[in-house]
């Protein structure tokens, strides 16, 4: 991938920190799979199963993506935690530094998400979904955090 010059000066803050954040999350990306899988975090049933739902959404929107076939890694991470929230038997989840961080900064995005968005004030059914949603996913960040 041929990277592409920008001039700082053109472009807003807003601009210029969602740049910084993308270009902090391939720093994560290509270091997911490298290190060694230390931090332990403790899942029960629902959060397993969540966490199931969660990943499967991600991999599809990592495979539609430009950079899904670009790296392998990824994908044996997403099987590794799927394979892991499937198992009954197992209750711990043990990740590297950067595929902890990895996780978190995905949660955290997606509930930043899910808080901006501007529903008309007839959508309460789909309000309510998306505040059900939103409790889940800060459910399964405190189990990260």
């Keep these: 991938m041929k990277t592409q010059r920008v001039n700082p000066s053109t472009m807003n803050h807003m ?22 899988r230390k ?5 029960d049933k629902g959060d397993k199963k969540f966490l199931s739902k969660f990943i499967d959404e991600v991999k599809k929107q990592f495979s539609s993506s430009a950079m899904g076939g670009a790296t392998p890694t990824i994908a044996s991470f997403f099987d590794y ?4 929230a499937d198992n009954k038997n197992q209750n711990e989840l043990k990740l590297s ?15 930043k998400g899910m808080e901006s968005m501007q529903l008309k004030w007839y959508q309460f059914i789909k309000k309510g ?4 949603l939103a409790k889940q996913y800060r459910g399964l960040l405190t189990k990260f955090k």
Excluded at 25 to 30: A, F, H, L, S, V
Excluded at 129 to 132: A, D, P, T, Y
Aim: net charge positive; hydrophobic share 45%; charged share 25%.
């Design 81 to 84: 935690v799927k394979s892991i």
């Design 129 to 132: 979904m998306l505040k059900v």
């Design 15 to 36: 601009q210029l920190n969602s740049m910084s954040n993308m270009m902090g999350m391939m720093n994560t990306i290509q270091k997911i799979g490298k290190g060694k």
């Design 39 to 43: 931090i332990t975090v403790k899942l």
């Design 97 to 111: 530094f950067e595929e902890y961080e990895f996780i978190k900064k995905m949660l955290v995005d997606s509930i």
